[in-house]
């Protein structure tokens, strides 16, 4: 096989508890991942030589400007081939294309969700039969989300988020997600919370949202999201507050900021519940787009090659 195309989906954190910083920079957590129906694409075509080369294209018009996305080594889904050749000792290199439709900056893990389609694209072209089970060091290697989009659906994340493990749960979910203008620098957000937290305590799950979970009850799941990152990020971005409101005023069962922001999320009942809620942020200066979706949905799969 000399060309494949994986298709990998975002990321969204139904609850994100964020424990005090590590000795190693990075912040304990415990997270509920859920896997949603908003894919990029990742093209990977072999090369005769070690070199590995990356081209963007955005679907997503008021992201193509504004977004600073690298094209060289520094992408994600470079480091991750490159994680790859060196784990395997493959000596093929690799151009990738990505067609970016995840938002980029907006905290639902599409650099990382890059990463993830571009370890199982290089594994068909280089012909290395690795399973996703023998390619999770590597994704953890790359970033804490990389390790879910391989996989996706629903799971329970631990350590600082690469530690990933499945989670009994049942029922569809219907998400409407409101994209900010601009981008949110995770480690900015981050960079706050540290300012703003005193007194961290470890990081929990609440029972009640893996009881919603388990009995698929999108309100009661609804009652239950949560992200200890919200402070942090509406004091870099207070903007957000107004976004997060209108959706709640328009009836969202539950709404979060999506990791790190600036996206956020609204839980509808279903999709025309979606729609009314999406009209309502769609009439709102402070959202640039407004996209419906549904979870949980598989993590990155091959879908040509």
Excluded at 149 to 178: C, I, Q
Excluded at 210 to 228: F, K, V, Y
Excluded at 242 to 259: F, P, Q
Aim: proline share 5%; with cysteine.
């Amino acid at each position: 096989m000399t060309t494949a195309t994986v298709r990998v989906p975002a990321k969204i954190n139904l609850c994100l508890g964020v424990g005090p910083v590590r000795g190693d920079g990075f912040h304990p957590l415990a997270t509920v991942y859920q896997a949603v129906d908003l894919h990029d694409e990742v093209r990977a075509s072999r090369r005769d030589d070690e070199s590995i080369t990356v081209a963007m294209h955005s679907e997503l018009d008021v992201w193509a400007e504004a977004a600073d996305v690298p094209e060289d080594e520094d992408n994600l889904a470079v480091r991750a081939a490159r994680a790859l050749q060196r784990a395997t000792g493959t000596t093929t290199g690799v151009d990738l294309a990505i067609r970016k439709a995840i938002p980029v900056a907006g905290g639902m893990a599409g650099g990382s969700a890059d990463a993830a389609a571009a370890l199982v694209a290089c594994n068909e072209v280089w012909g290395l039969g690795l399973s996703k089970h023998d390619l999770e060091p590597v994704a953890a290697s790359l970033g804490s989300d990389v390790p879910f989009l391989l996989h996706g659906g629903n799971a329970v994340g631990g350590g600082r988020g690469e530690t990933v493990s499945p989670v009994l749960a049942r029922g569809r979910y219907h998400w409407v997600f409101a994209t900010a203008a601009e981008g949110l620098s995770t480690a900015a957000v981050y960079a706050r919370f540290d300012e703003l937290s005193t007194d961290v305590p470890a990081p929990e799950i609440a029972d009640g949202l893996l009881t919603a979970l388990r009995a698929g009850d999108a309100r009661a799941l609804g009652e239950h999201l949560s992200n200890d990152l919200t402070e942090a990020a509406l004091s870099l971005r207070p903007e957000l507050e107004d976004t997060l409101d209108i959706g709640r005023e328009a009836g969202a069962y539950g709404a979060i900021l999506s990791g790190s922001g600036p996206t956020c999320l609204f839980l509808v009942e279903d999709e025309q519940h979606g729609l009314d809620v999406a009209i309502a942020l769609g009439s709102a200066s402070t959202c640039a787009d407004v996209i419906q979706s549904t979870g949980p949905v598989p993590g990155a799969r091959l879908v040509t090659g």
